[in-house]
């Protein structure tokens, strides 16, 4: 399994201090977590898009490219590209040249967004999200697939013998998940392509994931990419630690209670309750976590919200060290125990690339034979 975290990019006040940190120390900030992420043995570290205050992360891939820079073995994200209000013919020469800058060491996350506004900013109608997305990402799984591509469709102008440049680094596209919270046609989505399925799991029970992965995997099954077990799942989580939970629940509570998100409404005991957030000990951390694979399977990717609702950079970096060295070494054995063979690592760039070979020199067999 991999184990990273996700960030949304908010700039949201401290409600302890009421001091809002700048754009410019909130991407630096963003910066840092990366690097202590790699730091920390972490695998992941995946950045949102947004183009509308209080969020900075407008441009993943400038984001992504200068920290890709500054690591050596750390995965690079996001969570998620918008695949709606982007051009796929941009997504796709931005991923590739990030793809060669870094590596291999990246994917990424395709999702809708559900902020109304950005829609019009970017062309596009809220109300044909679902259409975007389906429509938008036939063409850029073509885009990094086949060399010259004439295409046309609903919502972009037509394509006469294009080639996107630079082509996928060693000829292998970039690993592409499917993001949702709620919405079955991107898990078909992911099912129809084979491509990996994140539900970020963050703001809804477990039986509503549960319902969505295993929508995913019985499609995955049915158009022949393997076993419902082995199709490629990545979930979300949040959490808040202290050595002692009554420490954690005090510290996070006025940061939970004024949340952009979800401040002002549920109690942080009634959330906790309901979702799979957790604040408390490490300890409470990994069991927690431990249990998600009792409704969604054995799965491939975890990666933990920690940098939101205007917590301080000095915070989230003391999670981080505890994420690290506490919590990941005792997740990543407990999930290896009873791991069937059949179940899939976690998408690699490496990993792939000896797969198209390998499947390349037995095509290649098959056609001297006969």
């Known amino acids: 399994m991999q184990f990273g975290i996700f960030s949304v990019g908010d700039v949201t006040p401290d409600p302890t201090t009421g001091r809002t940190p700048t754009e410019h120390e909130r991407i630096k900030a963003m910066v840092a977590i990366a690097l202590k992420a790699e730091e920390v043995g972490l695998d992941v570290f995946a950045t949102g898009e947004h183009h509308n205050p209080p969020f900075v992360p407008s441009s993943p891939t400038t984001m992504l490219g200068y920290i890709a820079a500054r690591t050596e073995r750390l995965i690079l994200s996001t969570s998620t590209t918008l695949i709606t209000t982007n051009d796929p013919v941009k997504i796709a020469e931005d991923f590739a040249m990030l793809q060669h800058l870094a590596e291999g060491r990246m994917d990424l996350m395709m999702g809708r967004g559900n902020t109304g506004p950005v829609y019009p900013w970017f062309g596009q109608d809220i109300r044909q999200g679902i259409p975007l997305a389906i429509e938008n990402y036939a063409l850029l799984h073509r885009l990094w697939r086949e060399d010259v591509v004439t295409w046309e469709g609903r919502f972009r102008t037509p394509l006469q013998s294009f080639t996107s440049t630079p082509r996928p680094l060693d000829g292998v596209p970039p690993f592409v998940w499917h993001g949702s919270i709620r919405s079955p046609e991107i898990a078909e989505q992911a099912a129809y392509y084979g491509d990996g399925f994140f539900h970020n799991n963050i703001f809804w029970p477990k039986e509503h ?82 249990s998600f694979r009792d409704y969604v399977g054995d799965y491939q990717r975890q990666l933990f919200l920690m940098d939101h609702a205007g917590l301080p950079l000095k915070t989230v970096l003391e999670q981080l060290d505890m994420l690290g060295e506490e919590v990941v070494p005792v997740l990543r054995e407990e999930f290896a125990k009873g791991r069937p063979a059949d179940v899939p690592d976690a998408p690699t760039h490496a990993a792939r690339v000896a797969a198209a070979q390998a499947q390349a020199a037995e095509e290649n067999q098959e056609v001297t034979q006969a």
């Open 209 to 290: 994931t549960q319902k969505m992965v295993e929508l995913y995997r019985t499609r995955y099954a049915h158009y022949g990419h393997g076993t419902p077990e082995q199709a490629i799942v990545g979930l979300g989580g949040q959490v808040f630690m202290r050595k002692n939970s009554q420490d954690a629940v005090r510290e996070f509570r006025p940061y939970f209670d004024n949340a952009p998100v979800y401040g002002h409404g549920p109690s942080l005991e009634d959330f906790s309750e309901q979702t799979p957030l957790t604040v408390g000990s490490p300890q409470q951390v990994i069991e927690r976590t431990l």
